[in-house]
Structures are given as C-alpha cells and as structure tokens.
C-alpha cells in the first residue's frame, strides 16, 4: 500500500517536472524570435543624380556704336586757354604760377631770406629787379622792399600764342611795344594788371608780369 502511494506521488512529480521543461523550452523560442539576430541589410550604392550646370546668359549683341568718350570733350576749352584763364585767376591774388609770394603784399628782404641771394639783383625801369634763374622768378621791388611786380619765365608758358590770350581772356585792355617785344595788358582788379610779353621773333609767351602800378609810384623816392 505504502509502496503504490510512493509510485504515485514519483509519477506526479516527473509528470509536473516534464511540464516545467516544456514550458520553458517553450519561453526560450519565444524570446528567440524577439532578441535572435537580425538579417544582414547590404547597403546598396547610391547613384548621386546628375546635375548640368546650367548655362550663363549669353549677352545679345547690341548694333549701337561704341561712345568715344573724346568725342564729348570737344566743347571744352583747350588746355592752353585753361592755363590763360588759370593766369587771370592767380593775377587777382597778386600771383603767378609755382610762387607763394604776390605783388603789393610781399617784401623782397624776407624773400631773400628764405630763397637766398638772387643770382642778379639790379636797378631797371620803375624799380630794383631780383632774378632767381633757376626758379624761373623775377621781383620788381621798391627801396622800401615792397614787391611790385612778379614775373614768370615758366617754360609752361611759352607755347601760349597771342591768339590763345585772345581766346580766353578777350582784346586787351593796353598794347604797347618795347624794343622787339610784344606787350599785351589785362586789368585784374583795381591792384594788379597781367602782362603778356610775346617777342615778335616768336610770337609766343616768353614770360608773364603780375604788376602793382600803385607800389611801382615813386618807389625810389627817400
């Protein structure tokens, strides 16, 4: 009696243990299809479309002429006549051109202190006359060392031609002649007067005079 009860429960046991093993093989194939390795994906080249670079507009070409820029100068003074007019300008300030110092306003001592000894310094017509070759500048001063007039012997001024004057600055207001050249009178203003001196020989500029006739009376006086 005792042995079959012991060969029941031994039965029971391997039984319930038979079912444990086939619930958890059971488990084990479940998580299999969940954790299991997943196939391998190749991954495929990947063609980049291709792109043409898109065309530049093409200018259409335009029939009308080329602007010649010269063209549209031509109602423009010449060169020369703006340097006569240039002259006139500088004449009113007492002036010629490359030269600070202006007639009825400058002392010719304190030039002589900063430019040095002229190379001539002489008595001629209304006054004493100080030449500077190399700097191409005259000064007609008085005994009180007033300057009363300026010249310019500029090269820049020798291919202005009585015509040019004409041109820019009108007749002149006095024509006069001394020796062999040619001198040609502007009033400035009530102080200066622009003087042309054109030889004959040339019929071009040799120099300029800015003139102070007021400075230029009885400068040798006293």
Known sequence: MNQTKRFKQFAVGISFALSLSLTACSGSNNDADITGTPPVITDAPVTEPSVEPSAQPTAA?????????????????????????????????????????????ALFDEIEKKWGKADTNEAAGKGIYAEYKNKGITFGYNKGMKVFDVRSYSSKLHKITLKDIKSALGKADEESVNGKDDIYTYKVNDTYELKFIIPQSSGK??????????????????
């Open 205 to 222: 500029v040799d120099h300029i005079s800015v003139f102070s006739p007021q400075d230029a009376k009885n400068n040798m006086a006293g």
């Open 61 to 105: 070409p335009t029939n009308e002429p080329a602007t010649n820029t010269d063209d549209k100068q031509t109602d423009k003074p010449s060169d020369v006549g703006l340097t006569v007019g240039s002259l006139f300008e500088l004449a009113k300030e007492g002036k010629v051109p490359d030269c600070s110092y202006a007639a009825s306003v």
